[in-house]
């Protein structure tokens, strides 16, 4: 079956630092690729997508690039603040059957000013 | 502005009672999502409806759980007994017709947050 391994955390940095969590996947078919925030005692939010191969997802100044031939999806973002603490989740939604999100595990980000 | 209201936001009960959970989903959207997450196990998928039919629930214990949506506007979770195992955040999700063609992406509600002594 479908599914996403992320990279454990947490992962700590200093505040301008540069950010990035590995995502990889396994599916048939074309997934869409995506990922979740989730602030302390919230629930999930969209951060970016990405539907095809090669498509690149952006926001916030975050940014992922759909790589198919290495089934990865890892998250970036060139300098991180204070406020971007929270919990990432990579996602993969395949594109036969039900369309159920299959989540990562999440990676805990801590950032320190 | 539009979101997943869940209710009850904290619940703590004891071993043994029934917990119900209830969810309603953004206005017109047709296909609702159950999640459990848990330190251990992440998110885990229990309950997958669209237009109020159940398409999945292979992730959700049978003997005690289960998953309905009376109308559109209502999808419950029932836990019945509870089990202190059971503890963790329910979270609900919604997502538009658009969602079963392959766009748009689904919305959370905050979650319920259910302790069971």
């Known amino acids: 079956g479908n599914s996403v391994t992320q990279m454990e955390g947490p992962v700590t940095l200093s505040e301008e630092a540069f950010l990035t969590i590995n995502c990889t996947y396994t599916?048939?078919?074309?997934?869409?690729l995506f990922w979740y925030v989730q602030y302390p005692g919230e629930g999930l939010q969209l951060l970016l997508k990405a539907t095809k191969a090669d498509d690149k997802g952006s926001n916030k100044g975050f940014e992922a690039t759909y790589r198919k031939e290495t089934t990865s999806f890892h998250l970036e973002k060139g300098s991180v603040q204070v406020s971007d603490s929270a919990v990432y989740f990579c996602a993969l939604r395949g594109d036969t059957g039900f369309q159920k999100l299959v989540f990562g595990t999440g990676t805990r980000l801590l950032v320190s000013p | 502005d539009a979101r997943v209201t869940q209710t009850p936001r904290h619940k703590v009960t004891e071993m043994g009672q029934e917990v119900t959970m209830r969810c309603q989903p953004i206005l017109g959207h047709n296909t609702v999502f159950w999640y459990r997450q848990t330190m251990m196990q992440g998110l885990e998928l229990l309950a997958y409806f669209r237009n109020r039919a159940p398409l999945d629930d292979s992730g959700m214990p049978k003997d005690r759980f289960s998953a309905e949506m009376p109308d559109a506007t209502l999808a419950t979770l029932k836990i019945q007994p509870s089990e202190p195992r059971d503890s963790a955040v329910y979270f609900c999700?919604?997502?538009?017709?658009?969602?079963?063609?392959?766009?748009?992406?689904?919305?959370f509600g905050e979650g319920s947050w259910l302790t069971v002594v």
């Open positions: 999700a919604s997502g538009s017709p658009q969602w079963a063609s392959g766009g748009n992406t689904i919305y």
């Open positions: 599916a048939t078919g074309y997934p869409s």
